[in-house]
């Protein structure tokens, strides 16, 4: 295959670029893959590696979807860029990445796993993500690549790149360098993490975790995405069909015109026609923020969407989510949010990663019996490693055979946990 940079072979866990023109920087050796005849006979090689680490660059500013740019792919000791525009059909890659057989890492991947879905249906095989492996090992979470490469392997990679805009061509020597230096840290760093993460006897922690954050990626792309539309948490059932039908109408609009969403009809806007609750293309006018131009030239249709919304049977209306405000519940949440901030550190977790504010509400109106009743698997907190390290804690606490204590005021981790005399 053609390649846009020579140079001498190099061992994959050795490169680490430095900023350009800097001592010690190292010409970079990779497949420059352009063609789809190109990208088939690369993706025949990867059926029989162990590991494919990868990296992509997209732009989404303009866009219904965004626009994948480039792939770029450490593929055990070899590098590779496959130029998405280039190539009409990128498919064989992910076929390739979601087939079995070997190890597939990933950095803040959600993105990466979506273009893999939207693509084939199928997540990538054996996945593990090093922002989420990190913070089961004690670094912050969510954590920059440079801020893990820097902890975990004592390294600085090069970051002048980032405001390039990937879907000019031809890109430079430099772009693709850049480019690419991301996808070859990622073997070493994830080989880097797996080790602190075996010494504290948590690689099982990380194949549960993976499992749980894939089945919430697949839930947020085929099921229900409308009820990502912020602000909606204190609408009736009756706002909430309509905001449903106004989610509907104007993501078929985004992708006909390919435009992004937000484009389209902001949220806030969604959410107020929604509180409105009517039909009326002079009340929906009336909105602040529905005096756009386009806007006005859709009114027919948005009305029609709210119509559709006001005319859903009661019993078919979406169910609200339940948040009843308990004051001693909000005073316990503050509490054990407190703690859990203390215990994580002192066993080195996230606890960005273990909890958020309204896992701890989930979980402590699970445990005194208040709020919705809970139908098929308990809250997060309640599960797997999660229930080992902090659930338990949690119960004692409440129970009372616990009693909390500041041992010092200093540290990062000031409580104290005892038995109750």
């Known amino acids: 295959m053609s390649q846009r940079v020579s140079a001498v072979r190099y061992s994959l866990r050795g490169f680490f670029p430095l900023s350009a023109g800097a001592p010690g920087r190292r010409a970079v050796e990779y497949q420059d893959i352009t063609t789809d005849a190109q990208l088939r006979q690369y993706c025949r090689g990867l059926a029989d ?102 902890k975990f392997l004592g390294r600085t990679p090069a ?20 480019a690419v230096s991301d996808a070859s840290c990622l073997p070493p760093l994830c080989e880097a993490i ?86 009326d293309p002079k009340r929906i006018q009336a909105v602040r923020g529905m005096e756009r131009g386009d806007l006005r030239r859709h009114l027919d249709e948005i009305a029609a969407a709210v119509a559709r919304g006001v005319e859903v049977p009661e019993a078919d209306c979406p169910a609200r989510p339940h948040r009843e405000h308990v004051p001693e519940l909000s005073v316990l949440g503050q509490f054990l949010f407190a703690a859990l901030g203390s215990v994580c550190r002192e066993v080195e977790l996230a606890p960005n990663l273990v909890a958020t504010p309204n896992d701890i509400r989930e979980w402590t109106s699970y445990r005194m019996g208040r709020g919705r009743p809970w139908e098929g698997e308990p809250p997060q907190l309640a599960r797997g490693w999660r229930a080992e390290v902090i659930g338990r804690l949690f119960d004692d606490l409440l129970s009372g055979k616990l009693v909390v204590r500041i041992e010092n005021p200093k540290s990062g981790h000031p409580l104290a946990f005892e038995p109750a005399q």
């Open 49 to 150: 590696v162990k590991t494919i680490a990868f990296d992509t660059e997209f732009v989404s500013e303009h866009t219904y979807r965004p626009v994948l740019c480039l792939i770029q792919v450490a593929a055990d000791d070899q590098l590779a860029v496959i130029d998405a525009l280039t190539v009409s059909d990128t498919t064989p890659f992910w076929e390739a990445v979601a087939a079995p057989g070997h190890e597939t890492v990933v950095h803040a991947g959600r993105s990466e796993v979506e273009f893999c879905w939207q693509a084939i249906g199928r997540f990538p095989a054996g996945l593990v993500d090093v922002q989420v492996a990190a913070g089961l090992a004690g670094a912050e979470y969510p954590a920059g690549l440079g801020a893990l490469v820097h």
């Open 159 to 178: 970051k002048h790149e980032t405001r390039t805009d990937w879907r000019r061509r031809p890109l430079s020597k430099r772009q693709l360098e850049y």
């Open 194 to 279: 797996r080790g602190h993460l075996e010494r504290l006897g948590r690689l099982g922690w990380l194949a549960e975790e993976m499992q749980s954050w894939q089945r919430t990626v697949e839930r947020s792309l085929s099921k229900e995405r409308w009820r990502r539309v912020s602000g909606n948490s204190a609408l009736t059932g009756r706002g909430l069909a309509i905001v449903r039908e106004l989610f509907h109408w104007r993501d078929r609009e985004a992708e006909r015109r390919d435009q992004p969403v937000r484009r389209i009809l902001r949220d806030d806007l969604i959410v107020e026609l929604a509180r409105c609750g009517s039909a």
